[in-house]
Structures are given as C-alpha cells and as structure tokens.
C-alpha cells in the first residue's frame, strides 16, 4: 500500500492499480481523517444511494465514515484526473469477525466485484473470516457466486 495524492492533498492508501476502458484506476482506502477533503466530490453519490435505499442520512453517512470512524471509505478514481471518481464503497468490520460491504455508489457502482479479491484481502488481514454484502441486489448473484459467496437469507456472505 503506497499513499498517494487525491483531490485537496487527500492522503489514500492504494491498495491496487489497474486499466479500465483504458484509464488507470486507483482502488484505494481513504483515511478517516482525510474524508473531508474529499466530501463534496463524494457527497452526491451517496445521496443517490441514500434516496434510492434509504440509507439514513449524509449526515449519518459522514459521521460513521469520518467522525465515529466506524466504517471504511473506498474509492476507485481515475489516476490523471482524481475528479473522476467512478465508484466509492462503504464498508465496516463487525465483530464476530465479519467484513461488511454496505453500500456502493457512482457511475460505474458495479465495479467494486472487480476488486473482490483486493477487499477479501484487506478483510482477511483485518482478521475477518467472512465478508458479507448487506443490502445485495438479487441481480448480484450470479457475480457473487463466481466470488465464492453463497446466499444467506438476504445477505451475501464468504467465509475467508
């Protein structure tokens, strides 16, 4: 994990790099502390999410994300141009040793499952042995099962 440069001097950690549609995209973990300097780029997407399933407030969000520091921010931008962020993912550690994704957004949201293994791999060294989608889409299926998840009611779930 390397840091690099974001948007208003935001420190990230960058957890993988790869070509998309031939533009290179950071995957990266935002430090807690480091959430307000790219808030307003964010904030919108997760107000998407927000009315589209009803997830609290932006409030709630950035207090969980930024303040309490109970969840995680992950982002997937574009390289050269950090403006163009494609996706974020908010996503918590539970005790009892679950990796929960709880939520994504953006212009290319579906592209966390590219990451999967990147997530399984922060997950495990994070000393979880399962990870669980909360709120998953029956559409995902198909793709979570490629990913080793199976359907436990309604949430995904890996044991790592």
């Known amino acids: 994990m390397a ?6 001097k935001c420190i990230c950690l960058v957890y993988e790099r790869w070509y998309k549609n031939g533009m290179q995209v950071e995957f990266s ?3 807690p ?3 307000i300097y790219i808030w307003d780029k964010i904030a919108p997407l997760f107000e998407k999410l927000i009315q ?15 303040i309490q520091k109970r969840n995680t921010l992950w982002i997937a931008w574009e390289k050269k141009n950090k403006d163009n962020i494609l996706m974020v993912l ?14 994504c957004a953006g212009k290319d949201r579906y592209l966390w499952m590219d990451y999967f293994k990147t ?12 990870i669980q989608v909360r709120n998953g889409r029956r559409g995902w299926k198909r793709d979570l099962e490629k990913q ?3 359907v436990t009611g309604y949430t995904f779930e890996k044991k790592i």
Request: negative net charge; proline residues 5%; aromatic residues 8%.
């Open 119 to 130: 997530i399984e791999r922060f997950a495990k060294d994070s000393d979880c042995n399962r």
């Open 29 to 31: 973990a935002v430090p």
């Open 3 to 8: 840091p690099v440069n974001s948007p208003k």
């Open 90 to 103: 908010s996503t918590r550690l539970v005790e009892g040793g679950a990796f929960e994704i709880l939520g």
């Open 148 to 150: 080793g998840m199976k």
């Open 52 to 66: 589209g399933q009803g997830y609290g407030s932006l409030e709630e969000m950035f207090d969980s994300l930024a």
């Open 33 to 35: 502390d480091q959430i």
